[in-house]
Each structure stands twice: as structure tokens, then as C-alpha cells.
């Protein structure tokens, strides 16, 4: 993937979530979360399966619209059967 993959979600109160996972390289991935009441970027908590769910459709969309490989989405699959989530 060449691309780092960022969504916002919005959480209650009025919280927003921004969600980046980045790829670099020989099959892995990172996760990162950044909340907007919270000055730094966490890099340790895991993916949540709505987190799981929303890269899989990113991916899937980005697949369909020819803006990404076919091994990238099943990379993305891959691992999350990995993580179990």
C-alpha cells in the first residue's frame, strides 16, 4: 500500500477519533488513535473490531475503484483473522 489510511469517528460528547493505520512494508501494518481531548497519538491499544470493519470497507472501496491492489485487501483480511478480531 502506498497510502496511510485515516478516518475520524465520532464518539460521545462530541469526541472525535481519528483512526490512521499505516503500512510499511513485507506484510504488516500499525495501528494509531488519537482522541481530540487527548494531546498524543496512541500506538499501543489494538484495533477494535468497528476499527476492523471500517479498514476492510476502506480497502474494499479503494479495491473497486481500482485505487488499490487486490493483495492489499486480502492483506487486510489476512491480518485481522490474525488478530483475531
Keep these: 500500500m502506498k497510502k496511510d489510511l485515516e478516518w475520524v469517528d465520532k464518539l460521545e460528547g462530541g469526541v472525535k477519533r481519528t483512526v490512521r493505520v499505516k503500512f510499511p512494508g ?12 487527548e494531546e498524543f497519538w496512541d500506538y499501543k491499544s489494538p484495533a477494535t473490531a468497528a476499527d476492523w470493519d471500517t479498514l476492510e470497507e476502506k ?3 479503494l479495491y473497486n475503484r481500482r485505487r488499490a491492489p487486490f493483495k492489499d485487501l486480502e492483506l487486510v483480511r489476512q491480518l485481522r483473522k490474525e488478530a483475531g478480531a
Design 26 to 37: 513485507h506484510g504488516k501494518m500499525t495501528w494509531q488513535s488519537k482522541r481530540s481531548d
Design 59 to 61: 480497502m474494499a472501496a
